[in-house]
């Protein structure tokens, strides 16, 4: 069985959090949890070679489906999901979202790699990421991508800290490309400062923490702030490119 866990406590300015911890490597995904997913679920889990992808898939998006019912009032496999236009092509790949008029109200943002899912719910637009911590080589080679100013902050870091340092400055990206539903691929994240220290840089109109996961993973969150905030444009530089994740990206 997976282990299911709130990591932070709904607040009115938070998102509700749950980090989802992988099964046993050799077990089966949870029947009940499976039965709740639609057939474009089912089928993306089947596709994955391995058990444990798979069971945590299923883990992941099961449970999922579980917390939005509970907020709808409505049976897990009755919860009807789409995605969003793209807010800069307006192609249909943008957030994840609820179907109907529910949409405006209720906002959820799934992630997951190799043995962990992160889920938030909330009543704003909303991005969570988690990622392993790459080693020190993938982390270096990967930091290029960076805010020239982040990539200045980890060279003068011990080698030993740079790669938890690189993994939190990225979930904290990768979180905002969600929530404003661009990606990392989006003009407004081409440059984006973030940050590699303690605490995530602010971002004018959103509100990006980092959440406590297991030693060996890095996770963020971003909501967008119940007011918007008007200020200058983040700092351009190179577009950030992605490194070696093992699939953290939001799927319905």
Sequence with gaps: MSAVTQVRPAGRRDASLWVVRAPAPDAPPDAALLGVLDPVERRRAAALRRPADRALYVAAHGTLRRLLGD?????????????LPCPGCGGPHGRPAVAGPASDRLHF????????????????????????????????DAARALHHAERAELARLPPGARPGAFAHCWTRKEAYGKATGEGLSGEALRGLYLG??????????????????????????????????????VPRGRRPARYASTGSRDRR
Excluded at 71 to 83: C, D, H, K, Q, Y
Excluded at 223 to 232: F, H, I, N, T
């Design 109 to 140: 943002s799934l992630a997951h790699t190799a043995g962990l899912a992160l889920l938030a719910l909330a009543g704003r637009p909303v991005g969570v990421d988690v990622e392993r911590v790459p080693g020190p080589r993938l982390a270096e």
């Design 71 to 83: 907020r709808l009032g409505l049976p897990p496999a009755e919860v009807a999901l789409t995605r």
């Design 196 to 233: 590699t220290g303690p605490r995530p840089a602010t971002v004018p109109g959103w509100r990006v923490t980092d959440v406590e996961v297991p030693p060996g993973w890095a996770a963020a969150c971003a909501v967008r702030e119940e007011s918007r905030v008007s200020g200058p444009g």
